[in-house]
């Protein structure tokens, strides 16, 4: 029987890179897995993670079954009877201890994975229930924030990476994390043509990263100052005028707070703090 290719998405982060799978349907086994050149977004990109899915789909320790604990060991059940167990175990906790008795984990990947986006909403309106994630470590800062700022916590802008000709990261390492949350793949061709076609990239980092070793400047801040340096960073945007929201000042709310608020913060003054030249 000859081997056979499909097309498939790499799972592992939100880059989603194309992939084509090529299988040898007799044995089942995965013969290679390489780029697709014809994805879009990644355009036969791929990271090393991808390789890693031959690995996570034959792993010996995959359940791939329900199970049933019995002891010190595990029994094979049916769909029927494990779904069944589930949900009288799960009423049972609902009307003993209320929503607080119940509790989702979700591991990643969540945001990129259609089975979660689709079906979350629907068990969270069957069975509101607390629900902890990968994102509660290093997304819930980012998510208030979008939901502060737009009013809801999905909204969260991503660079134009393919057309800005200004490109400032802070704290961010796309040349290792491949874009993740951008969902831009293939980031080193993407800092290349920013390049290329004259644009600028900035980093900010106290760490000489990946990305700090390309761009065309690189800034070494002291940890945790990452707040003053963009305090004083608004500060110079108003003391010099450059703040135009133009259509924005219709839906925009609060810019002479924030005005007032990164008054005493001159770059001068936040220099010392962060280790960044005020000139800079
Ligand atoms: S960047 Fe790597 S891990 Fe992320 S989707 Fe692409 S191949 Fe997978």
Not at 126 to 132: D, E, F, G, R, T
Request: aromatic share 4%; glycine share 10%; with cysteine.
């Amino acid at each position: 029987m000859p081997e056979i290719t499909r097309p498939r998405l790499c799972p592992f982060c939100e880059s989603s890179c194309g992939l084509l799978v090529k299988a040898d349907p007799a044995s089942g086994e995965i013969v290679s897995i390489k780029g697709d050149p014809d994805h879009p977004a990644s355009r036969g990109f791929v990271c090393a993670k991808s390789q890693g899915l031959r690995g996570l789909r034959d792993d010996p320790d995959r359940i791939t079954k329900p199970l049933l604990r019995q002891g010190d060991s595990f029994v094979e059940i049916s769909w029927d009877e494990a779904l069944t167990r589930a949900a009288e175990g799960l009423n049972r906790i609902r009307d003993r201890d209320g929503i607080a008795g119940l509790g989702i984990y979700l591991g990643n990947p969540g945001a990129h994975n259609a089975g979660v986006m689709l079906g979350m909403p629907a068990l969270l309106g069957a069975m509101p229930a607390l629900m902890v994630s990968a994102a509660s470590i290093d997304s819930f800062p980012r998510f208030l924030a979008s939901l502060m700022m737009y009013g809801n916590q999905a909204r969260i802008p991503v660079p134009d990476v393919e057309h800005t000709d200004f490109f400032l990261i802070f704290g961010a390492n796309p040349m290792v994390s491949n874009g993740s949350m951008m969902g831009a793949p293939d980031m080193p061709r993407r800092l290349k043509a920013l390049r290329e076609r004259g644009g600028k990239l900035v980093v900010v980092d106290p760490r000489r990263t990946e990305t700090a070793a390309i761009a065309d400047q690189y800034l070494a801040l002291r940890p945790g100052s990452d707040a003053l340096l963009l305090l004083g960073i608004i500060h110079t945007l108003f003391a010099e005028q450059l703040v135009k929201p133009g259509r924005l000042a219709a839906i925009s709310r609060g810019v002479e707070q924030l005005q007032t608020l990164v008054a005493d913060y001159a770059p001068e003054r936040v220099a010392d703090l962060t280790g960044v030249e005020a000139n800079d």
